[in-house]
């Protein structure tokens, strides 16, 4: 994306927040014109979908998932889409939060040598560009600040630009995402500061298959970062 388009898109943000600002905006479900991010019929299905969901069992299955908020359907997939999609970064802030509030309740005892650090899963630069900002770092700032647990930003880099995940398959999937991140400079600064690298938490806004959360880790481990796992907003369905 060329500078002028980037110019167009911040335009276009500034006009709606300001519009947002004076109008109020929509739910980010039903779209319903309020002040709130959520109206109060939304917001009581997502606290349903919360307290029913059993997303902080450990899975052999899926052994770097560490929890998820919620399952990846019924209102909180559209708020995840408006997230994503409407530049909507108030969504990501409130479900951060919420996050937060979870692990709190359900983290794991953990024994760890060095301080742990959230890292929010990074979006290729034109991506971002395109979108606005990481839906992911939206999530884990809220996060950070809600539990306490500092943020990490740009402690992984995506250096590829890779096809959208849910248009693949397994196998594709994960040959979508061979090399695609690299340890940044803000980690191995962060490590020699503290003498040796710390502990890192990744979150993303969906876990679907794991082969995102994956690949991450083991560009990481490579560096020999130790991973502890990964949390998220929603999981899906069956997996």
């Known amino acids: 994306m060329d500078r002028l388009s980037s110019a167009r898109l911040l335009g276009r943000s500034a006009v709606r927040t300001g519009l947002s600002f004076l109008l109020g905006q929509g739910c980010a479900v039903c779209d319903r014109l309020q002040h709130q991010t959520f109206c109060p019929d939304c917001q009581g299905q997502l606290q349903d979908l919360v307290r029913d969901f059993k997303g902080w069992t450990p899975s052999e299955q899926h052994p770097l998932l560490i929890g998820a908020l919620a399952p990846y359907s019924g209102p909180l997939k559209q ?97 979508n995402l061979k090399d695609a991140f690299q340890v940044g400079q803000p980690l191995r600064r962060l490590g020699q500061r503290l003498g040796a690298m710390p502990n890192i938490l990744l979150v993303d806004d969906i876990y679907t298959t794991g082969t995102t959360a994956k690949s991450a880790a083991d560009s990481l481990r490579r560096s020999h970062v130790p991973v502890v796992g990964m949390i998220a907003v929603a999981r899906a369905v069956g997996d």
């Open 79 to 175: 708020a995840l889409r408006t997230l994503k999609y409407d530049y909507r970064p108030d969504v990501g802030r409130v479900l951060g939060v919420a996050l937060a509030k979870q692990w709190k309740k359900h983290r794991p005892l953990m024994k760890l040598s060095t301080t742990l650090y959230v890292l929010p899963i990074p979006l290729h630069r034109h991506r971002q560009i395109q979108r606005g900002y990481n839906q992911a770092k939206v999530i884990g700032q809220s996060f950070s600040q809600a539990s306490g647990v500092p943020l990490l930003a740009g402690g992984l880099v995506r250096v590829e630009n890779t096809l959208p995940q849910y248009q693949l398959g397994l196998k594709a999937r994960q040959a």
